[in-house]
Each structure stands twice: as structure tokens, then as C-alpha cells.
């Protein structure tokens, strides 16, 4: 008669991996991202309103420009939340695009913000790479 032994403390069940969590860190990430820009969105419009903008027609196209890369980060988070195969890649783009704005950032004399900027986009990267497929599944 064989013995089987479980390992200590899993109670059965393997958690070594548990990409699920990955998923949540990475749509939490592109929600996050996204709430900003709709912030700098607001405050560009806000500021053509006080009538304090150089060119009203660059001021409205950078508001219009940041608000469409909210609606693609929110759409983002919603697909990683809902469980889709696709959003690895586009997230992984995005935040390795934020590394060179936060060295700038921290260039500029913005250190504290350029520090917050490349520590939510290496999170978003690594939460996208490791919850990729190849990662041990989508589970």
C-alpha cells in the first residue's frame, strides 16, 4: 500500500502560482493610470476655462489625446479584470513607454514624481508579464 503525501501547509492545493493575482495587480495598474490621465485631462480643460492656456486649439487636442489613452487604459483594466488573453502586450508598450517620462521626471527636478511614475509602470510590466500565459496560465 503506497503512501501519498501532501506538501506542508497547501492543504492539497498548489500555490506556487497564482497568476489570478497578477491579473488584478494589472488591471489595477491601468485603472490607476487611467484616472490620472482623466485628471490631467480635467485640469487642462479647467485651465483653457480660466483662459490661462497659450493656444486653446493645442490645449483641447492634448485633452482629447488624453482622454482617448484613458478610455484605452480603462478598456485595458476592464480586460484584464474580465479575464482576456489579449491585454498583455499593450500593457507592457504603455508602461515600458513611461520608464523614459519618469527618468525625465526625475531629470527635471521632479524626482518624487518621476519615482511614483517608474515604480506603476515596472509594477504594470511585471504583473503583465507574469500573468501572461506562458506564465502558467490565466487562472
Known amino acids: 500500500m503506497a503512501v501519498v503525501s501532501e506538501p506542508r501547509g497547501t492543504g492539497g492545493v498548489e500555490q506556487a502560482h497564482r497568476p ?5 495587480v494589472a488591471a489595477l495598474v491601468c ?3 487611467a484616472v490620472v ?4 485631462c480635467a485640469f487642462y480643460l479647467w485651465e483653457l476655462a480660466r483662459g490661462e492656456g ?7 487636442m492634448s485633452a ?3 482622454a482617448l489613452t484613458a478610455v484605452a487604459l480603462g478598456l485595458l483594466g476592464r480586460a484584464w ?8 502586450a499593450p500593457t507592457v508598450v504603455w508602461n515600458l513607454l513611461l520608464l523614459p517620462v519618469a527618468w525625465s521626471l ?3 527636478d521632479r524626482a518624487v514624481v518621476g519615482a511614483l511614475v517608474a515604480l506603476v509602470a515596472l509594477l504594470g510590466i511585471v504583473a503583465a508579464v507574469r500573468s501572461s500565459p506562458g506564465n ?4
Not at 20 to 24: E, K
Open 136 to 139: 502558467g496560465g490565466t487562472a
Open 31 to 33: 485603472a490607476v493610470e
Open 106 to 108: 526625475v531629470q527635471g
Open 37 to 40: 490621465l482623466l485628471a490631467f
Open 64 to 66: 482629447v489625446l488624453i
Open 54 to 60: 497659450d493656444d486653446p486649439s493645442r490645449t483641447v
Open 81 to 88: 479584470w474580465r479575464g482576456a488573453s489579449w491585454p498583455n
Open 20 to 24: 489570478g493575482r497578477f491579473r488584478a
